[in-house]
């Protein structure tokens, strides 16, 4: 991987959002791969930018990576709400041309490969942004999920439902399933871009970057992937050898 270490998330964020702005400049159609939490806001800010400054997104199509199961339709929290509030709106996509998988309990069962289905329909992802979690997680696959997981239904870990709890009234209120895209899945998009900013996310980032090729750090999936790039910060990049 390109590993790029920068002294602040924002300078980070904006060569992401360079990069991003000038793949949709040349190839208008381009599918964009959107992850939620905290690491992306920044690059999400810094593409609200470009398109304010006329870098046209309208035809331009995103896939989430991951949802809660069970929250209510319109839940703040939902990543839907969340990709409609930090992605869509500030950057004019068409909403009809942003997925997030279904999360809803009468879904379930065919969420995964209905979402699969609709990734190949869309000509996959060209650019996927990721976060990293603690556990090492890339979307919510956790320590142990098979590098050729395709878009599931999985149990988030106690340890990621108390770093997601910040979002949600107490821990009680985080959800116990998700749906989310399998690391096969992640790995069939043509440009992965890893995030991690704050020294929270130091060991993960090594562990990613340098560690054994593990399903125990899902993570270290990127290291079969023959584009990725690694955008971090100096506290993410401080385990780093
Ligand atoms: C989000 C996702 C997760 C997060 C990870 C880091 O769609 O799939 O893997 O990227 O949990 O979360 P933050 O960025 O909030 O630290």
Redesign the pocket.
Known sequence: AEVLVFDSKEAGAAVVADHIAALVRRVPTATLGV?????PLPVYAALAERAAAGTDFTRASAFA??EYVGLPAGHPES?RSVIDREVTGPLGLDPEHVRVPDGSETGIETAGERYEQAIIAGGGVDVQL????TTG????NEPGSSFASLTRVKTLTEQ?RR?NARFFDSLNDVPMHCV?QGLGTILRARHLVLLAFGEGKAEAIAGAVEGPVSASMPGSAIQLHPHVTVVLDDAAASALQ
């Open positions: 992850a939620t939490g905290s690491t990576l991951d990543y990721l976060g990293i979690g997680h890339l979307g919510f990621t770093d989310t």
